[in-house]
């Protein structure tokens, strides 16, 4: 209701021309708040208030616009402009947007950065995607071990203007190297004439700069850091991880993971800025494949197609199995994939995990064979024999899924793959072959097809 409402004076304050007022009440606003009310207007509206807002504030709302907006607004703009917004971006903030721009746009922001933020951008771009490097930020403040208290807090007020966060401060040795960490608090509260290596915390976690993302998430949640050092092989500092960051981090790789778990190309565009052609593309490789993978089943049923005629009564019963252990596959599968991810479960946990899930098959299984037994008997009224078919196959089909579902994951991570890439429709289509076999095998000894 506020946002709206935020949204409301913004377009009656453009509608009646009232620039002053309407970069008074953008002052006073959040920069995310400012950047969704700029985001629900024209593209004409939103130029008119990105050129009303003050230049610093406009270089921190536009960090929080898509990239469309983004690309439109720095197309836009002239040399001067938008040399001012990249110059007052943060290096990580930038470095995102470049990766994002057309060449030609790239080539005009570089050309009229300045040179200390064309030298930070470069060394960003420097690094794999998805690493730790290609996430930092170089604007961070650096002490040395042998000053006082009160120089320290006096280079932060110099350099803390520009850094990402002051809250932390790392001490170097003249080669850059990581000697350690000193929390602004600290500073605060010890004596002016205290030296900066006698107060300083020396056992540092770092990060180093090739480490993937989704590792880099795992260590914040582990030591519920807010931003951590990112160092090279000689344990130099190269730059610093923010928690921001991270909370970005975390929505892309739990997106991509869905994406992967319903089988679609992972995409990094939103849903309604993605064409249909796109995401036509994004799906048609893994339900091609997966429909060539479920013809298996279709050749199981063929091949006992003489059984099927003399008891057609097993028939109904196919639907029920193979749905079933295709939705125990899929529990098993998220919950391992879930471990996986979280760094709960390793390769070498594969045994105890089976064990675990065997256990967990064998009880499941029995259950849903009990209820199943008596629901064929009473409701269906078929015969003993049929229905212990049924329940029989039941309790197999659960045991494999679940099985298939654990394994198959750890399997993938161990071969380097996404674990995500085997959950529920790969494990479903491999599930229902093997629920279909069994079926077929116990129907075959019990009845004497």
Request: aromatic share 6%; net charge negative.
């Amino acid at each position: 209701m506020e946002e709206r409402m935020q949204f409301e004076t913004v377009q009656e304050l453009l509608d009646t021309k009232q620039y002053t007022n309407l970069r008074q009440f953008l002052s006073e606003l959040n920069d995310a708040d400012i950047a969704a009310c700029m985001e629900e207007l024209g593209q004409e509206s939103m130029l008119k208030v990105f050129r009303i807002l003050p230049k610093d504030l406009a270089a921190d709302v536009f960090s929080y616009l898509d990239v469309d907006n983004q690309q439109m607004i720095i197309t836009s703009l002239t040399d001067k402009e938008a040399a001012g917004i990249i110059n007052n971006l943060m290096a990580d903030d930038a470095t995102d947007l470049l990766e994002e721009m057309p060449a030609n746009v790239v080539k005009k922001l570089l050309a009229n950065a300045s040179p200390e933020v064309r030298r930070d951008i470069n060394h960003l771009l420097r690094y794999p995607e998805d690493s730790a490097g290609s996430l930092m930020t170089v604007e961070y403040v650096d002490l040395k071990e042998n000053l006082t208290v009160d120089q320290a807090i006096e280079r932060i007020r110099k350099v803390g203007v520009d850094s990402e966060t002051i809250n932390i401060c790392y001490v170097l040795d003249p080669q850059r190297k990581l000697l350690g960490t000193v929390a602004l608090r600290y500073l605060l509260l010890s004596r002016g004439d205290e030296i900066i290596g006698d107060i300083m915390h020396e056992n540092v976690i770092a990060i180093h700069t090739l480490m993937d993302q989704e590792e880099v998430a795992r260590q914040f949640k582990k030591y519920d850091f807010t931003s951590m050092p990112v160092v090279d092989n000689e344990n130099r500092l190269v730059g610093i991880i923010t928690v921001d960051d991270i909370v970005d981090i975390m929505e892309e790789e739990a997106t991509e993971d869905m994406e992967k778990m319903a089988a679609i190309v992972p995409s990094d565009k939103p849903y309604m800025k993605t064409s249909v052609w796109e995401t036509y593309k994004k799906r048609i490789p893994w339900l091609l494949l997966l429909m060539v993978s479920a013809t298996f089943t279709g050749q199981i049923i063929t091949s006992f197609e003489d059984a099927l005629t003399l008891y057609v009564g097993l028939n109904a019963f196919i639907p029920m199995l193979m749905d079933t252990g295709g939705n125990a596959g899929g529990q098993a599968s998220v919950t391992v994939i879930r471990g996986l991810s979280l760094g709960e479960i390793e390769y070498r946990d594969v045994a105890k995990v089976m064990w675990k899930e065997m256990r967990v098959a064998v009880l499941c299984g029995l259950s849903l064979a009990a209820a199943n037994f008596a629901k064929l008997l009473i409701l269906d009224r078929v015969g003993v024999m049929i229905a212990l078919v049924v329940c029989l196959t039941l309790v197999a089909a659960v045991l494999m899924a679940m099985l298939v579902g654990c394994v198959l994951p750890v399997l993938a991570k161990r071969l380097g793959f996404d674990p995500a890439v085997m959950a529920s429709p790969f494990i479903t289509t491999i599930v229902d072959a093997l629920s279909l076999l069994a079926y077929f095998r116990i129907a075959t000894g019990i009845l004497g097809l």
